[in-house]
């Protein structure tokens, strides 16, 4: 191998570990309570990668169907319906690097939210250099739980709002009557 090998190989794995890092960061720039959102659904991991397959693989599947059609509009169809999803995953995923710039704080984080995802993007990202397991296991189960995560954090979870006691100055007070 030659040296103009050894840096191809470089900057293209370079390349799309900023792009990855990228996406977290703009999502969470352009929609912070979403991402937040899909955070919180990486409570449960195992429920949201159940979700995310049953979702996801028939949209992969039947994508790549079209993807292998002869007429050019149905393989642009083909194509929409296999990127929705894995922009979708992109977009969720940003909640899991969030997670995980959680666990890594700085003095900036309240003032600069978005260097969570920074720091937790790149550290993910760094994840998928493993050769095997970050490839095939740790990158794909990212994309498809992050799709869960999306999908799952479009409508904001229902919680009981519970009112807050009202303030003892707001209690009527029964006055004493002299007699």
Known sequence: ??????????LLILGVLLVFISYWVVA?????RFVSRARDRFNRPVKLTLVGVLAM????????FLLNRANPAVKVVGWLVVGVPIILGLVG???FAQRVGLGLPAPTDATQPWR????????????FLLP?????????????????AAITSFKPATTPVSLPPPAASALPHETASAT
Do not use: H
């Not at 693989?57 to 790549?64: E, K, N, Q, S």
């Open 1 to 10: 191998m030659i040296m103009a090998d050894v840096l191809k190989w470089f």
């Open 28 to 32: 969470e720039a352009l929609f912070p």
């Open 57 to 64: 693989a028939p949209a992969i599947i039947v994508g790549i």
């Open 93 to 95: 995923s940003a909640g």
């Open 116 to 127: 969570r995802v920074l720091r937790g993007g790149t550290m993910l990202s760094l994840t």
């Open 132 to 148: 095997f397991v970050g490839w095939f296991l740790i990158l794909p189960w990212t994309l498809i739980s992050g799709f869960a």
